[in-house]
């Protein structure tokens, strides 16, 4: 009923930039958090940024002063622009949420859900 579609990723070479989006659909009420994620081989996937509904905002030290989450509250839309771009932010991102939507009841449910996965690679 709630679906995360990511798009947006590519190959690049380093130095340059790339927007990531992350549209989510369905019978939402509210959207508490979104973030995005990064994941290579072999290790653990890690928080690369995030947004509360207020617009707070938060980024893994690698990425500060580069990257930028942004949203768009009227179209469920989360961006992350990445300017600066750098082999090592190779990785496969994801797109999170924890929100709230109706079910087929009609009553609200807390969810937390992701994407499919967007590739992103950077050659050097």
């Known amino acids: 009923q709630v679906q995360l579609v990511e798009s947006g990723g590519g190959l690049v070479q380093a130095g340059g930039s790339l927007r990531l989006s992350c549209a989510a659909s369905?019978?939402?009420?509210?959207?508490?958090?979104m973030g995005w994620y990064r994941q290579v081989p072999g290790k653990q996937r890690e928080l690369v940024a995030g947004?509360?509904?207020?617009?707070?905002?938060n980024y893994v030290d690698s990425v500060k002063g580069r990257f930028t989450i942004l949203k768009n509250n009227a179209k469920n839309t989360v961006y992350l622009q990445m300017n600066s771009l750098k082999p090592e932010d190779t990785a496969v991102y994801y797109c999170?949420?924890?929100?709230?939507?109706?079910?087929?009841?009609?009553?609200?449910?807390?969810?937390?859900?992701w994407g499919q996965g967007t590739q992103v690679t950077v050659s050097s």
């Open positions: 369905g019978s939402i009420l509210s959207i508490n958090h």
């Open positions: 947004i509360s509904s207020g617009g707070s905002t």
């Open positions: 999170n949420a924890d929100l709230t939507y109706y079910s087929t009841s009609r009553y609200p449910v807390d969810l937390n859900t």
